[in-house]
């Protein structure tokens, strides 16, 4: 199994610019999320998904998006990039259920000029 | 709001002693909480669970223990070696009857041991 998967591992972008950080996991977990670290904070929610076709919103959900269509996948888009967005973005992945520990990708380091 | 609280000055111990870390917070119930690792680059990887209702949980040479009186949570890693070294994260669980279990990160303590 390669478990969760991000790409790119980097990207520079301009202010104003768009684009999605891909995510995808191949352990059929029903939970996935997306966090932001940013350094001295905590990793930070955006948006998680319980299921295909279901998403909410985190902590932290202003401009970005997310989709579920497949189990699979779970891209977050930028809609248009600001400085604020600088972070190094963390998709996870979990089974369903409360208690269960996240299995997280090795991250997409971001930075917006 | 909740607050969640490590150290965030670099713990440096020798090699084979006992490295302890904390984690406290505040204005939280947590049901539960959970200690990752993270190393440099790379995403963080869980390592222990416990609930609100245990005390104290061990695998291997980790050992975590939970006070919610206290609202305080100790790692223990014993005998450490220079592998040890990394940023561990304490995450709190949400409180019981809850949806999606929303963790609230704590920003992570930095250990390097020395050979």
């Known amino acids: 199994n390669a478990g969760v998967t991000q790409t790119p591992k980097f990207q520079v972008l301009k202010t104003g610019q768009s684009m999605t950080l891909q995510c995808a996991q191949d352990m059929n977990h029903e939970y996935m999320s997306w966090y932001r670290q940013d350094p001295g ?63 997280f990708g090795p991250g997409t380091r971001l930075t917006v000029t | 709001s909740q607050k969640i609280e490590q150290n965030s000055e670099a713990l440096n111990i020798q090699e084979g002693k006992t490295a302890t870390l904390t984690c406290n917070y505040t204005n939280y119930s947590p049901a539960y909480l959970q200690w990752y690792r993270q190393d440099p680059g790379r995403g963080p990887v869980f390592l222990l669970l416990i609930r609100e209702n245990e005390k104290e949980k061990r695998k291997e040479r980790l050992k975590v223990t939970f006070d919610t009186t206290l609202k305080q949570s100790l790692f223990h890693i014993t005998a450490s070696q220079p592998a040890d070294s990394a940023t561990y994260l304490c995450a709190l669980g949400p409180p019981a009857n809850t949806g999606f279990q929303k963790l609230v990160f704590g920003t992570g303590t930095r250990l390097l041991v020395s050979p």
């Open chain 1, 41 to 103: 904070m905590g990793l930070r929610l955006i948006h998680y998904s319980v299921g295909a076709g279901i998403t909410d919103q985190g902590e932290v959900p202003n401009g970005y998006n997310v989709s579920r269509s497949t189990t699979e996948d779970f891209p977050l888009r930028l809609l248009s990039a600001a400085p604020s967005q600088t972070s190094v973005y963390f998709c996870a992945s979990s089974y369903g259920g409360r208690v269960r520990e996240q299995y």
